[in-house]
């Protein structure tokens, strides 16, 4: 099992191949806004663990066992930022969020996520759910939606009365 550090350094070093075309140090260092040291450090422990090709001074690319697991962080930040997007929130704390959250989801979350996002997506125009989401979110209250107290979700007969 990878940690968050490991994901990040495989995530950024795909990143920056996918646009450069290669990657060194420096580009690691200035990506993730930590010193050189601490990246040759993280690539002689990437080597080791058989995720990066690293030559001292050179280039350095990713296995293809680095590469199956940036670009699986990749898709799981993507899904994610999607999915916040489309909550409403913001694009600077979505990608924060998306960051932190993509170390920590389930495989079954992300599934899920994913087929909400694809389905909300392929509408015409946005469900009427979300149009209920999003003016209670602005204003506090769902109209023509009875409230109900002592309840934390609701039951199928109760979403009824919100339709």
Do not use: W
């Not at 670009?71 to 997007?85: A, D, G, M, Q, W």
């Not at 929130?89 to 960051?99: K, M, R, S, Y």
Request: charged share 35%; proline share 2%; aromatic share 10%.
């Amino acid at each position: 099992m990878t940690t968050e550090r490991t994901e990040d350094y495989l995530k950024a070093i795909d990143t920056i191949i996918e646009k450069k075309g290669y990657s060194q140090v420096k580009d690691i260092a200035r990506f993730l806004n930590v010193s050189p040291s601490s990246v040759t450090g993280m690539f002689k422990k990437l080597t080791k663990e058989g995720y990066i090709n690293y030559e001292k001074y050179g280039g350095v690319t990713l296995t293809p066992e680095g590469k199956k697991i940036a670009r699986s962080t990749k898709e799981k930040y993507s899904v994610l930022h999607e999915f916040l997007i489309l909550l409403g929130v913001d694009e600077i704390t979505a990608d924060d969020d998306a960051c932190k959250m993509e170390h920590a989801v389930t495989p079954q979350t992300l599934e899920k996520l994913t087929k909400f996002s694809e389905f909300v997506n392929c509408k015409d125009e946005m469900p009427k759910f979300f149009r209920h989401f999003k003016e209670f979110c602005e204003k506090g209250e769902i109209s023509g939606c009875k409230k109900i107290t002592g309840k934390t979700s609701l039951s199928k007969n109760t979403r009824k009365e919100c339709e």
